[in-house]
């Protein structure tokens, strides 16, 4: 199946610590973006990608780090400078050929922070 | 499950009931747009779209309306069902493949 994975589905963290979600996708796609939804918004764009080894910082990056050395890998960290870690965290994936701007989201995974 | 907005506007609808979300949109120089439904505790689901040369699209039970002359976008659920129970996002394509997202509309249908 082709898709895009997000792991853990839920992960609780004690403040001061550091903490690395997964996103793995298979669609073949060249940009791959995080978002992060908290209660009553919509969705705030963190951090995107649209090629290997290169990212760029999106609405809301402070407290956040992330990679992306493979195509199918883009891996968040959310770091203990991150005031406010606690919420529903979203991955997403698009091609970057022009007309197809539609973005595939995985399951997501909501991260407590106490 | 997860509560994806506990302060989002809510539509209420009968079941068997037709449905109509909106959405206003604020870059008039966008030229895609899409309508995204999340189910609680799941990722958003892509449903329709539209490219801004058309004013109409349909599919499957759902229908987009597009409205660039006072940049509004509707989505319109025929016959709605219990399994259309969700938050409702459209967003907008405002730079390349980049896409900016409205706050959500929530769908509660009473059967």
């Known amino acids: 199946d082709g898709g895009i994975t997000q792991s853990p589905k839920y992960l609780f963290r004690k403040e001061g610590q550091n903490v690395t979600l997964s996103c793995e996708q298979n669609l073949n796609h060249d940009a791959m973006y995080w978002y992060r939804q908290d209660p009553g918004q919509g969705l705030r764009l963190i951090y995107y990608s649209q090629i290997v080894n290169d990212f760029q910082k999106g609405d809301i990056a402070e407290g956040y780090s992330v990679s992306r050395e493979k195509k199918e890998s883009f891996p968040l960290t959310v770091t203990s400078a991150q005031k406010n870690p606690t919420a529903f965290y979203l991955c997403a994936s698009s091609s970057l050929e022009v007309g197809r701007y539609e973005q595939y989201f995985g399951p997501g995974t909501r991260l407590t922070v106490t | 499950g997860e509560s994806v907005g506990l302060h989002l506007p809510t539509l209420s609808v009968q079941e068997g009931d037709n449905s109509i979300i909106n959405c206003a949109y604020s870059n008039s120089a966008s030229d895609y747009f899409i309508w995204y439904k999340q189910e609680s505790g799941k990722g958003p689901q892509f449903i329709i779209d539209?490219?801004?040369?058309?004013d109409k699209r349909q599919g499957q039970r759902v229908t987009v309306l597009l409205n660039k002359t006072v940049k509004h976008l509707s989505l319109q659920i025929a016959a709605t069902q219990p399994g259309d129970s969700a938050v409702y996002f459209c967003a907008e394509n405002n730079a390349g493949n980049m896409l900016t997202f409205g706050g959500g509309t929530r769908l509660m249908v009473k059967p």
């Open positions: 539209i490219r801004s040369n058309m």
